[in-house]
């Protein structure tokens, strides 16, 4: 939160030679006056303006100030400045109605600057650290959403390869004479690809959990980008391959970003990963590269079952529970994709998601290019 070096006061008092003596002294000490001679102008002020403190008169005619401070108090627009009662009032009674109305604090007339300009610095003080406390609470109550959102996808989705693990293994080694060697090759198979996603899942788990605990730091160098698709499509060929699906690199020679390599390694990978996910056998997954003014663009586009418009809203959020099974039942968390984003966007790029059902998907992101 961004503390205003020179705080702003509002002053009510339907007096003028008051409103500039107090005025004239807080001048000096670099606060911002604004200034009303009625309880009417004053709310309609306070409304308008995101005031630091009101030091508030209470006699004056119409509304005096307890009606004033209780109108302030009961608007949420300005229910949280506080307010400083200038009085010559200084009764028992009426400093307790004056607490009552919502004030914070009572300066006597005629006042002592040094007083004045004390009691004024420790209320301000007082509301920057309840806003400081209250936007730290705010993100501590959003961290521990994300940190039960990341506890739900670790206690669902991690389980699941490890139950068709035990399952098939306990089956096979019960079993063994039974089976024949295609079937004993067949649940090698699913033992391979099952750990792999296990594997993967882990992997953006602590990925995702360094880069939110600020412990992956961000290093970029001078990357080809067709070296790098062509690095992660030998990787996931076997993946490919499975379901019949075409993987084709369209980056031109010597298109240059300059980026964290080990995190557009791995957004790729998830990518294309997804996009082979959801598509169909026989299908294609293209991967393109374009080169503007100062930034490059890679594209990977499939042709497979595509989401709608309601679910492309989802898929980057980590607050609401986005996973769908592939087109081989391949399960995900959704995790990639939102790790996907954040990469993207601490190397000074951006994501952009484009889906249309029964047409396919098309994710592309934009890089710095080597100055």
Known sequence: MKIDENP?????????SNIQVVANLLKKNNYNISYAQNGKTGIERAQQVNFDLILLDIMMPEMDGYEVCVKLKNDHRTKDIPVIFLTAKTTEDSLKKGFESGGVDFISKPFKSNELLARVSTHIQLKMVREILSETNLNLQKANQDKDKLLSIIAHDLSNPFSVLITFSKLLIDSFDDFSKDDVLNYLRTFYQ???QGYNLLDNLLKWSKSQTGKMEVEPVIIDLKDIVEENITLL???AN???IMLSNNVPESLLAFAD?????TVIRNLVSNAIKFTNENGTVDIYGISHDNFVEI?????GVGMSDEDLEKIFRIDV????????NERGTGLGLMLCKEFIERNMGKLVAKSKIDEGSEFSFMLPKPK
């Not at 390599?261 to 390694?265: K, R």
Request: no cysteine; proline share 0%.
């Open 321 to 328: 529970k986005h996973s769908t099974v592939g087109t081989a």
């Open 261 to 265: 390599l080990n995190m557009i390694l």
């Open 8 to 16: 702003k006061i509002l002053i009510i008092d339907d007096i003028a």
């Open 299 to 303: 594209k990977i586009k499939d042709n």
């Open 237 to 239: 060929y076997s993946q």
């Open 242 to 244: 499975s379901k019949k």
């Open 194 to 196: 099952t750990s792999k």
